[in-house]
């Protein structure tokens, strides 16, 4: 279905659905994103149809491309979960956080991840499976730095900030919160 008066079309490409928005604005860049469950393709109006077909299908590609290998490269089991909280550990808290379980849990739908200090078990909530590494290791640092300090206090955020991409996560998972319309804690 297309609409030329705004330069927007809809199809299915890959069995994805697509939208592309043609723009005067833009003269030589051709972009792509997720949004939900479509595919944007951002181009320039001056495009031929071929043109148009070929970038669409080029940037389509390189989104799924880029969500594989951010799918592959989070941990997906929890032995995956334990060797990644180790290496974090060892990493930005000294090595000093040492839980005695880490593991996905289908059970925690308001809550990104849970710790039981007393008994050292850390919980993650199956929902981060799907977000980027990075936002994964966030968490985990999180949950670990609760191991050694229960509360939220400045010795507890003094150690969840020596991970570096700190800020970048709470961004992200508090967007993705936003959107869903989920209570905005760690």
Same mark, same amino acid.
């Given at each position: 279905m297309a609409d030329t008066r705004f330069g927007t079309e809809r199809r299915v490409v890959d069995g994805q659905q697509v939208e592309i928005r043609r723009s005067t604005r833009r003269r030589r860049s051709v972009q792509a994103y997720r949004d939900g469950e479509q595919i944007v393709v951002l181009m320039p109006a001056a495009l031929a149809a071929p043109e148009r *077909? *070929?970038?669409? @299908?080029?940037?389509?590609? @390189?989104? /799924?491309?880029? *969500?594989?290998r951010r799918r592959a490269a989070a941990p997906r089991s929890d032995a995956a979960l334990e060797e990644r909280a180790r290496a974090l550990s060892a990493a930005h808290l000294g090595n000093r956080a040492r839980?005695? &379980?880490? @593991?996905?849990?289908?059970?925690?739908?308001? =809550?990104?991840? &849970?710790?039981?200090? &007393?008994?050292?078990?850390? =919980? /993650? &909530?199956?929902? /981060?499976? *799907?977000?980027p590494s990075w936002v994964i290791d966030y968490v985990i640092v999180h949950e670990l730095a609760h191991l050694l300090v229960p509360g939220h206090g400045p010795d507890f955020t003094e150690l969840c900030a020596r991970y570096p991409l700190t800020t970048k996560a709470e961004g992200f998972l508090e967007g993705v919160a936003h959107a869903a319309r989920l209570p905005v804690d760690s």
């Open positions: *077909e *070929e970038w669409t @299908r080029r940037m389509v590609g @390189r989104v /799924l491309s880029q *969500e594989h839980p005695t &379980s880490i @593991r996905w849990v289908t059970n925690q739908n308001s =809550r990104w991840g &849970s710790c039981t200090p &007393s008994t050292g078990a850390i =919980r /993650l &909530s199956h929902r /981060l499976q *799907e977000m």
